[in-house]
């Protein structure tokens, strides 16, 4: 105990036991633990007097427990540890996360104390952040503040995540827009060689932009035909492996081989060497073009689900292809088509006639 030499100077080193409000001397105590302070000096006269002053506070109560400095926290300091925990670093979402965190959350909060953050203040943001803005988007950052709590009560700098006790409304964003025949053939058509692909994918598989824009050739087995999507790309975080269709399988090898030679790593889908940015504008300049109104590159997903459902392929393979964790989510992007609501009614009235039909016969055979 007492002064340690180390390359970067002296140590102070004392058993301390922490009582939740103050540091105090515990020499001999079981339960304490030894505390090191750095005294940034490789001069020891002046180490000895940090030394001596140290143990003066500690003598007389005056070292602040730690557990007391760190709920000192304020949400920004809170912030820049946040986005340093590993866990958090792997999120497929960490650099827009970072954005929201940098530009939303911290402007709001950030010298608010974090124990001092009420419910109260979370309807306060939802309220000031909604005006002219969705409410998916509020959700994304109060989902987001929510996750900084939960890790920060993990730490035990705060007692309750107060973001989990305010409700967040569910957004009527449902689409249910699927391209007609003709508008797929019109806007595949018009499309940049280097996009049609990317759009082919998107109709054939359902899959989520960016599974698409991330594929990489080590991933797509041309001979099985099968994509493979590993769960730290996936929304629902579970690996999914994609089946291709006999079309987007020659599309792809015809892509692998391009240029005379074959691909078996980098990314799937480029333009000029670097990954494609910009696809949802890329798809509303050719809708524009070709008068397509109301779709957007996600609307592929709807697609794809509602023509896989048309073909009469049963709903659990249908949710397995597209990474659908539950059936209302199946539900969402199962698009009926009028005509078929239309089909429907034609087939019961069928039914019903031939039902109708057969009692009269028995009946008038009966009569007989």
Known sequence: MGLTKRKDG?????????????????????????KRWKTSTNNKTVAKQQEAIIKTDLMKGKMVSERVQSLAMTFAQWAKEYVEIEEVKCLRSYRERCQRITVVLVPFFGKTLLQDITAKDVEAFRQERGKGRAVATVNVDHNILKHMLKHAMKRDLIMRNVASLVTAPKPKNARNRVLEPDEWDRLYGAAPEWFKVVLLTGYHTGMRLEEILTLTWDRVDLEKGRMFLPGHLTKTGQDRSVPLTPMLRKELQDLRDQGGVTWIQGLVFQKDGQKINHSYRVVRELCQ???????????????????????GVEVETIMKIVGHSSIEMFLRYRTIKAERLDAAMSSLNTLITQRQNATRQVSENTAL
């Open 10 to 34: 002296y140590y102070v080193e004392f058993p301390v036991v922490d009582d939740g409000k103050v540091l105090t001397l515990a020499s001999g105590v079981r339960e304490a633990r030894v």
């Open 289 to 311: 073009e070709q008068t397509i109104p109301d779709f957007v590159f996600h609307d592929l997903r709807h697609c794809a689900v509602t023509n896989l459902a048309d073909a």
